[in-house]
């Protein structure tokens, strides 16, 4: 059974501009959680959709955003890209809510 | 709010040494507790949970036991091997039992050497 797949595994973009990553859970998980890690923050909770709804929301701007499909697959936007928004951007999916999370490999952001 | 705090790395040790990771955290209610392993260049994994008072989550020869009254979670392993190495975050749920929005420590940077 495939994991959980991250797309693009690196990114280089410079400040200003928007980015989208992609998440593909395992088949048949329906919940998918975004973490974002840094150095300095460590780990820190994005948001979860579940049927295409976003059940939790964690302490970020706007600017980051997210979307689930009728698939489960699941997209993430940061729009306005600072410095700050460095980091490895985790994906996670659970068969149900609030399920154990298998995360992905992560997508590597850079932002210039 | 809720929070965890783990002992700063790196923590270095010899091959067959023993391992404690302290963990504690503050959270209100009952928290659900989570240990999970990074590997070099690929994502968190699930190590072991507990999800109340007393119970000692286990994996791997990886051992913790939830302790409301220290409000600690420490892992613990008898004979570390070099494949051990790796970064170890505690984490916790909050009462409402959703795994999917978890807390996290800083990490803990594990390496074993022979």
């Known amino acids: 059974k495939a994991g959980v797949t991250q797309t693009p595994r690196y990114l280089i973009k410079t400040r200003g501009q928007q980015v989208t990553l992609s998440c593909s859970p395992i088949?048949?998980?329906?919940?998918v959680s975004w973490y974002q890690q840094t150095p300095g923050q460590g780990l820190q909770f994005l948001f979860e959709?579940?049927?295409?709804?976003?059940?939790n929301k964690g302490n970020f701007p706007g600017r980051f955003s997210g979307r689930q499909f009728s698939n489960s697959r699941s997209e993430m936007n940061v729009s306005t890209l600072e410095l700050g928004d460095s980091a490895l951007y985790l994906c996670?999916?659970?068969?149900?809510?609030?399920?154990?999370?298998?995360f992905g490999s992560g997508t590597q952001l850079s932002v210039l | 709010g809720d929070s965890v705090t783990q002992m700063e790395g790196p923590v270095t040790l010899s091959e067959e040494a023993f391992l404690t990771i302290n963990c504690t955290y503050t959270?209100?209610?009952?928290?659900?507790l989570f240990w999970y392993v990074q590997y070099p260049g690929e994502g968190l994994q699930l190590l072991l949970k507990?999800?109340?008072?007393?119970d000692k989550g286990s994996n791997k020869g990886f051992e913790a036991t939830y302790r409301k009254e220290t409000t600690s979670f420490h892992l613990e392993k008898g004979s570390v091997q070099v494949s051990d190495s790796a970064v170890y975050f505690c984490?916790?749920?909050?009462?409402?039992?959703?795994?999917?929005?978890?807390?996290f420590g800083t990490g803990t940077r594990l390496q074993v050497t022979l």
């Open positions: 984490a916790l749920s909050d009462q409402t039992g959703t795994a999917s929005k978890l807390t």
């Open positions: 507990a999800t109340k008072a007393d």
């Open positions: 088949s048949g998980h329906r919940s």
């Open positions: 959270a209100t209610g009952y928290p659900s």
């Open positions: 959709y579940f049927s295409e709804t976003q059940r």
């Open positions: 996670a999916s659970s068969l149900s809510q609030g399920g154990k999370l298998f």
